[in-house]
């Protein structure tokens, strides 16, 4: 049996999570994340060469189409010549075949071809990004409401503040590594709110059942009872799961890496949240939440 | 039920799809045991499939602009009658006002009763009351909402039709809300011809060309308007808008400048475009045409109009009074040819022409163009919001990438499950298989899409369908050192579990159905995997294994359990 001094550190613990998520909100802030078209608007497109071509080759051909600023990338197996082209565009029509006529006359290959093909207008991306947050926001709320009506409103506060810290981590996690923010990263996201709080809801409930049983004890020590009792499945639950999105990071390949990338920050940023935010937050609530209930009664 | 899932895969796992085409195209018929099982198969995302997606939205500022058009030539019709018949009639051009200027001497009054009186329900007056000379109208608030209501609608109707008869498979053309429209085609294999097919407004008029200015006068006059205000050589709407407004001035007000475009007969680039006069008002519309087809006359293929009673009426008079003059036929705005008016035409029969290509290319635009001619034109322009094209050799290797993910996270998880909860890991193992199984069978039978997304939902699902059974298993083992008999323990592991493990995957369920309404197709798809795997969970790991734990326990006699 495990008996790790959980609580009784957790202010440190605590000062952990808040340099994380402020640092997170410092990338967001200094280096912005890397929203991909589907926010932004623009156009990706994805051509697939029968020989091998050189990004610089690509690029020099670009040029003289003024699209802005634009990106060139390799994308999957070098032996595919596939070659991935991103630029935010303006609302010009017809832009992709006059690209592919570029590369036909300039490019030296035999054939060429566009696989994929996506064009967001800039009002669009805009709309999808506010609809993102939205979607964000209500999924928080949802969860409050939850776990506000399965346990108490004393439980849910803290329970929600260790999703918003897993977003937040995530996104600080997208930042840092100038990954793309892509509707895919946003159902990652919203997996994480949903998939996070499992364990959140595996400590409740035992607290929930060990209050009544440990009615002598201190809350301190009955929640460090609690972790530590849970402590195996907590990590077991999270370890099956990891090992599935670290396999899709590794083996998978543009969004479905992605995806990968922010389920595994999520799901570990989940557990330690829900052992280092949750609980100290409900004891917080627990301790002070009625003398701050009684200093308004007193009024 | 492990039989029925195994009974829904079939199809997708044998291909019946190709087995289907390919006995079609033989003409032989269909193997016996295609008809033992479901007809559907797992039905694939674009992303998967290849394929189109567009989001358009319709100009609906257009189609007010268009509808205050024909209001205001039924009031020029119907006010010509009257006593106080206005001095003119017009229309703002950069809104859907109406201008109404009464004759020398004449009160408003009259005008306006009539118009509140017969008028009520679509327009309102918005000043000119006081001095002014004109009245200026506007369309009632509930009148524009319905149009544009209509508009979309109208637009929504027409794109239908069009690609029915254009003949994809399964394509799905929704209302967004507002005024936007999604169309989905999977499996299209030319995105540009299919688009231009959507977009096509297939506005048909024909304008009399204005013979008070020569042609090279005309001609002279937009090389010059290029010049000064260095317009590029193109032939877009904006470009043209430009070139007549620089030349207000000098063109006579009811006339128009627009082009007959030429196109390079093979690469169908532009290279070139005639400046035409054109008198503005349309004398036949697109609206009296009765039928359209293509015909072929010495390997040159064409379409051939014909027009319904009034329209061949108003034909006849147009082109008796017009004889020797010409007659501009106009596609969209743009030229198609401006033959002379050789005799009076009364049957009511007209032809467009092509131009210079190669014959399967002609013959297919001419194809496109009698499609769009009979459906009808769009009630207002579409405008491109997002677009995705996907080829089909993408998806294909996509898949494959996805099933290796998904084998090898089966592999890892199955494996540490029995390393770690020995004969329970193996049960928990089973359920899992099983899991995966209904999880498809459920997508086959709901005819759900599985996208991209979908299938690192399903991935995922394979990582959080054990996190159950570790659950129970952790909490069979606490009891277990707590000194409960085997079976006990399985009647505790169960009890107490189920109520964290419901709460926690109703969790992840609600964001599932968050993520369904915020997501379009792809995201969706992974939403409906998600949700789907979810409920299958439930069912696997507090159903599936309790049966099979208690099978052991009570079936091979055996007091211990291994956890």
Redo the contacts between chains.
Sequence with gaps: MFNFQFIRRMNLFILVSVIAVGGSLYLMGSRGLNFGIDFKGGIKL?Y?FSEPVSETALRTLLEPLELGDFSVQQV?EISENRMMIKFEVSEK?GLS?KITEAFRKGLNVASL?????????P??GSELRK??I??II??WL??LI??GY?FDFIFAPGAILALVHDVLITLGAFALTGREVS??V??AL??I???S???T??IY??VR?NLPIMEKKPLRELINITLN?TL??TI??T???????V??YL???G??QN??FA?TVGCISGTYSTIFVACPFYIYLKEYGPRLTQKFKHR | MILLSVYFLVPTIGHFENVRTLAQEKETPLPFYVYLFPPDEIKLGLDLQGGIYVELEVQVEEALKNKADLLSSDLERLLKKEPFAPEKIERNPDNSEILITPKEGQSHEEISHWIRKNYNETLIEAGGQNGEKRLVYHLTKSFEDQTRNYAVQQALETIRNRIDRYGVSEPTIVRLGGNKISVELPGMTDPDRALNLIKKSGKLEFKLVDESVADDTVRGWVAETRNESNLTEDYSEQSIAKINEKLKERLPVESEILFEIQRDPLTKKIVGGTPYLLKRKAEVTGEMLKNAQVNINNNEPYVSLSFNSIGTRLFADLTKNHVGKRLAILLDDNVASAPVIREPILSGEAQITLGLGDYQTLLREADDLTLVLREGALPAKLKELTKTVVGASLGKDTIQRGMKVMLMASLVVIIFMITYYKLSGLLADIALILNILFVLAALAIFQATLTMPGIAGLVLTIGMAVDANILIFERMREELRHGHSGRSAIEAGYHNATRAILDSNITTFLAGIVLYQFGTGPIRGFAVTLMIGIVSTLVTALWVTRVLQDGILYGLKKESISV
């Design positions: 994805h697939r999957g029509e075949s071809e566009i696989e994929q093909e996506e064009t967001v207008g009002k669009a609809k993102g939205l979607a209500v999924s949802l969860m939850y776990v399965r509707l895919t946003i159902a919203l997996t709110i949903g998939y709080i499992n364990d809801i595996v409930d035992r059942e009792e195996s499945r077991i639950t370890l099956t799961v990891l090992f599935v999105v396999l899709m083996f998978g390949e969004e479905f995806f990968g389920m």
